[in-house]
């Protein structure tokens, strides 16, 4: 028999139980909520959730040791805030939560894993920021993506042992590395996902290291799942000027309004009618826009009046169910959203990710970096000034290459992240105590592997 058993330290093991039950019961308690009060009372479910959200952040310096497990810091960290910001947005009227069934193990995988299902992007402005991924989702496409960036992954640390690779390479073989553990750690849950509930996934990352310009890499490719969670939360609040999203109406009303609908329109009918005729009722019922461009066809007497009023009375639920489908549809910004607003909205976005990643470096450090705060501050005016030169390079019908757009995204995002991302990361001794750890994980694992095999 093996002679070496892997044995996991208890300390470990009771902070990865204590985070377990930490995410599954407040995710239970919100999901009970949520269904008893049925996205009414938004006063008293903020009351009932955001203690739950809260205890997320207060728990994390407890269950994060970053001296002799640096490696669970981050996912550890990943899983107490996505859940917590699901909580937040669900507050809000926003987000995954919203947009999930009722049903307990749909919204417990939504909660309390990093996943983003496509009905969620689908309702929302971010469907348009998906990639085409997320249209391959399968049990397949998922395997295959989980082995692909394993394999990306083993051998960038392997080119990371040539000792003649400039600065800049090796940091971009840093945050290559990390958009495969990162990544292959959501397909790890989307595979699981996929497979017990059949629920079709947005992907997480949609290899970043393609893209052709800023825009791209923070919101079709770097971290979906992150962007999608601040962009329901900071960016359409700002833009939309409501803290709590308005709840578009059904299409089949119940029963109950719909009589007093009809009550009210035949009431108002019979009052008109009796006062000031046929004429007076028509131009009471049809107030809508969209009827005054099919009315107002003259009487010529031999329509009696109780079929104009029940023309009326059709041609009035036509607009109301027109209306219904609008309101239903309408996810998106308001058309007066102003450009101002919309850059308000996105700068306050990514202070609201620096000030997530600030917390990110503490747990991981037990320093505050602020470097990283700057990095992710200054993406915002990035963005605008890459919006201006876009805008004239298509006035002016200048169109850039592919190939030297994704060359120079790529140059711009790692000298920025040399000073400012990678830097502290390095002189806090962070990325060495990750990599001694994942090679000791390897080494144990591999030795376990060849006993097995030998006996």
Not at 33 to 41: A, C, D, F, M, R
Not at 146 to 174: D, E, K, Q
Not at 316 to 340: F, K
Request: aromatic share 10%; net charge positive.
């Amino acid at each position: 028999m093996p002679t070496h058993v892997i044995a996991m330290p208890s300390s470990w093991l009771a902070r990865q139980a204590i985070t377990t039950a930490c995410i599954w019961s407040t995710a239970s308690w919100v999901f009970c909520v949520h269904t008893h009060l049925h996205g009414q009372k938004h006063g008293l479910r903020a009351m009932l959730c955001l203690p739950c959200a809260a205890l997320h952040f207060a728990l994390l310096p407890y269950l994060v040791d970053s001296k002799s497990d640096p490696l669970s810091v981050l996912p550890t960290t990943g899983l107490l805030s996505f859940a917590a910001f699901k909580i937040i947005a669900l507050v809000m009227s926003r987000g995954v939560l919203m947009h999930v069934p009722q049903q307990y193990w749909h919204f417990m995988a939504a909660c309390c894993l990093p996943i983003i299902p496509e009905a969620a992007f689908a309702a929302s402005r971010a469907s348009k920021h998906t990639s085409a991924g997320s249209r391959q989702n399968s049990i397949h496409h998922e395997a295959a993506s989980l082995l692909s960036r394993a394999a990306c992954g083993m051998f960038a640390c392997a080119a990371l042992h040539i000792h003649w690779l400039p600065r800049l390479a090796v940091y971009w073989l840093y945050m290559f590395i990390t958009c495969m553990f990162l990544g292959a750690a959501t397909d790890c849950f989307a595979l699981l996902t996929t497979v017990l509930l059949g629920m079709r996934l947005a992907p997480s990352f949609d290899r970043p290291y393609l893209s052709g310009s800023l825009t791209e890499f923070w919101s079709q490719r770097w971290n979906v799942t992150t962007t999608y969670l601040f962009r329901v939360m900071v960016y359409d609040p700002i833009v939309e000027q409501r803290l709590v999203a308005s709840q578009s109406k059904s299409a089949a009303c119940s029963v109950q309004s719909a009589g007093k609908c009809l009550q009210h329109i035949n009431a108002t009918a019979e009052h008109f009618n009796n006062s000031n005729g046929v004429g007076a009722v028509r131009q009471r019922a049809w107030q809508a826009p969209a009827l005054q461009q099919t009315s107002t066809q003259e009487s010529s007497g031999q329509e009696s009046t109780q079929q104009q009023l029940q023309h009326a009375d059709d041609k009035r639920d036509s607009v109301a169910c027109s209306s219904q489908l609008t309101n239903r549809r309408s996810t998106g910004e308001p058309a007066h959203a102003s450009n101002v607003r919309r850059y308000v909205g996105l700068q306050m976005t990514f202070v609201v990710s620096a000030a997530w990643h600030l917390l990110m470096f503490f747990a991981m450090t037990g320093t505050f970096g602020w470097r990283w705060w700057w990095f992710f501050t200054a993406q915002g005016p990035l963005l605008l000034l890459e919006s201006r030169i876009s805008k004239a390079a298509k006035a002016t019908q200048v169109r850039m290459p592919r190939l030297l757009a994704v060359l120079l995204t790529n140059m711009l995002l790692i000298v920025m992240a040399d000073p400012l991302l990678i830097a502290p990361m390095v002189e806090s001794g962070m990325v060495d105590g990750c990599f001694d750890q994942a090679r000791m994980v390897v080494g144990v694992v591999l030795q376990q592997v060849s006993e097995t095999a030998r006996w």
